[in-house]
């Protein structure tokens, strides 16, 4: 359930149920231990994704009487309902995380000429700098002025291959307002200067 393989876990959970059942080996007591394991497992996952977990009724109803719960169909039916909204809470969460991600590429994409900085990218998404330098982090894996430099070259190369356009030009196109200064980081990041041998460099 960590993992969210939800699915697996369910059938298993679902296996061990089906036989207690079908074989009546069980207590009262064997039922609540499974409930308050799963109660937990609940519990850690919901507050490890900062979301609460008591949205489905039969959460409720199991914290004011656990003795509802009294045969292993009663908890079957239990944890498929919290499996559920973990399973749909986590959709939203991803789904939220590509929306914000795309927000943050947008608005650079539209403002590489200018300055984009930390400071102007978090202000446009309402979150503070600190804060999404580290979330873009770890959800990328890439820092955002590394995002930032890597769009620039990539556009300058496209420029170079596709336009007559001075270098000096596309310098100023891409966000650098001093044209050494671009030269020098084209030259250490692809090994060569931007109007030697372009037609051998790959757009990745």
Same mark, same amino acid.
Not at 106 to 134: C, G
Not at 157 to 169: E, F, S
């Given at each position: 359930m960590e993992v969210a393989r939800w699915n697996e876990a369910y059938q298993k959970v679902e296996a061990i149920l089906d036989k207690m059942e079908k074989d009546a080996v069980f207590t009262q007591q064997h039922l609540m231990e499974i409930m308050y394991y799963f109660f937990s497992c609940f519990s850690y996952i919901s507050a490890k994704n900062n979301r609460q977990h008591t949205y489905f009724p039969e959460y409720i109803t199991f914290i004011q009487n656990p003795f509802t719960i009294s045969t292993p169909k009663d908890i079957k039916n239990w944890i498929q309902k919290g499996m559920d909204y973990l399973s749909n809470t986590e959709n939203e969460?991803?789904?939220?995380?590509?929306?914000?991600?795309?927000?943050?590429?947008?608005?650079?994409? +539209?403002?590489?000429?200018?300055?984009?900085?930390?400071?102007? $990218?978090?202000?446009?998404?309402?979150?503070?700098? #600190?804060? &999404?330098?580290?979330?873009? +982090?770890?959800?990328?894996?890439?820092?955002?002025?590394?995002? $930032?430099?890597?769009?620039?070259?990539?556009?300058? #190369?496209? &420029?170079?291959?596709?336009?007559?356009?001075?270098?000096?030009?596309i310098s100023q196109e891409v966000g650098y307002q001093k044209t050494q200064y671009f030269i020098r980081l084209f030259k250490e990041h692809f090994k060569m200067t931007p109007p030697k041998n372009i037609g051998n460099l790959k757009i990745v």
């Open positions: 969460n991803t789904s939220n995380k590509n929306f914000l991600i795309a927000q943050i590429h947008a608005f650079i994409s +539209k403002n590489i000429q200018q300055n984009v900085t930390l400071h102007s $990218i978090a202000e446009h998404v309402y979150l503070h700098p #600190v804060y &999404l330098s580290r979330w873009y +982090k770890k959800e990328t894996g890439s820092s955002i002025s590394s995002y $930032i430099f890597q769009l620039r070259m990539k556009k300058a #190369v496209t &420029l170079l291959l596709t336009t007559n356009k001075k270098i000096a030009d």
